[in-house]
């Protein structure tokens, strides 16, 4: 049994909620998403429908799995203890445990780069309708203090590491927090774009009525960063979907979602939620 299939049986075998596994998202941060490889230039623009998702980053543009990890357990930590200045870790080994990463090289030199891209990024969500606009800068941190040594990473300093999140993304994190499973996030960990399909199911299912049919064209919107929308390059993605697909219907067990037999699209149907119960209790 591989290793994804071992952790889909104890999801099915244990709710979330009892196994303690509870992670969320914001809702805006489903929606429109981080590149899955890393973009050239400071800027980086996407756009789904009427919203335009803009990061600017003058340390290089967040991307890949490890940035939407961080946000993740941002978000969780937010909407567990209501705090907008968020504890990283003593060490970066302890930040890395957090997140679910294993401790190699490798792993300690990415964490702390996509750490620095995400604090660093200027991040805008623009909404464009007829003679409507609205702009809304949600920047994932306002200030932060990251003391790690990536050469030391077991080391602990007099201070540890923080970061005072956005107000904008505090209060979205706050407003629409989306359930998870954090044994599935740790179990789709190695990709972003099987991050971003699950957090898109999980927002998505349980809010459909009927069977619903999502176009290619739309699917490439929401997960297409980095395939081109037409030929080859939308061909190309709709395998690429298909593999992750599966992927992730291993983790979300409940989940009713199938590929279109005539190569329309993706069909939706109402599903269980991916936590079953409430996760946090959110005071009014």
């Known amino acids: 049994m591989d290793k994804l299939a071992l952790d889909a049986t104890y999801i099915k075998a244990e709710s979330a909620t ?3 596994a509870i992670a969320c998202v914001a809702r805006l941060l489903v929606m429109v998403t981080l590149p899955h490889s890393k973009p050239t230039g400071p800027i980086y623009e996407r756009r789904n429908g009427d919203l335009i998702f803009r990061v600017i980053a003058p340390h290089g543009i967040p991307y890949g799995a490890k940035p939407r990890l961080i946000a993740h357990w941002l978000s969780s930590e937010i909407v567990k203890t209501r705090a907008r200045e968020i504890e990283l870790g ?5 930040f890395l445990r957090k997140l679910g990463i294993e ?3 490798r792993e300690i030199r990415a964490v702390k780069d996509q750490t620095r891209r995400l604090f660093a990024s200027a991040i805008q969500v623009e909404r464009k309708q007829k003679s409507q606009w609205t702009i809304l800068h949600m920047n994932v941190a306002a200030a932060a203090d990251i003391l790690w040594d990536p ?3 077991d080391q602990e300093g007099l201070w540890g590491s923080t970061v005072k999140v956005g107000e904008a993304f505090y209060d979205e994190c706050l407003r629409s927090p989306i359930p998870l499973d954090e044994r599935a996030l740790r179990a789709l960990k190695g990709s ?3 991050l971003d399909i699950y957090g898109w199911a999980a927002a998505r299912l349980f809010t459909v009525k009927k069977p619903t049919l999502i176009p290619w ?6 997960f297409g960063a980095g395939y081109p929308a037409t030929g080859r390059g939308l061909r190309n993605f709709k395998k ?6 599966n992927r992730v219907l291993q983790v979300y067990p409940g989940a009713k979602m199938w590929m279109d037999d005539a190569g329309r699209g993706l069909w939706l149907d109402k599903s269980p939620p991916a936590v079953h119960k409430r996760l946090f209790h959110i005071p009014r």
Do not use: V
Not at 217 to 222: F, I, P
Not at 240 to 245: K, V, Y
């Open 217 to 222: 064209t739309l699917l490439q919107g929401q």
């Open 240 to 245: 690429a979907f298909g593999q992750r697909l």
């Open 192 to 194: 972003s774009f099987d």
């Open 151 to 153: 050469k030391l990473p």
């Open 18 to 20: 009892t196994a303690d």
């Open 90 to 94: 003593g060490s970066l080994s302890e």
């Open 103 to 105: 401790k190699t090289g």
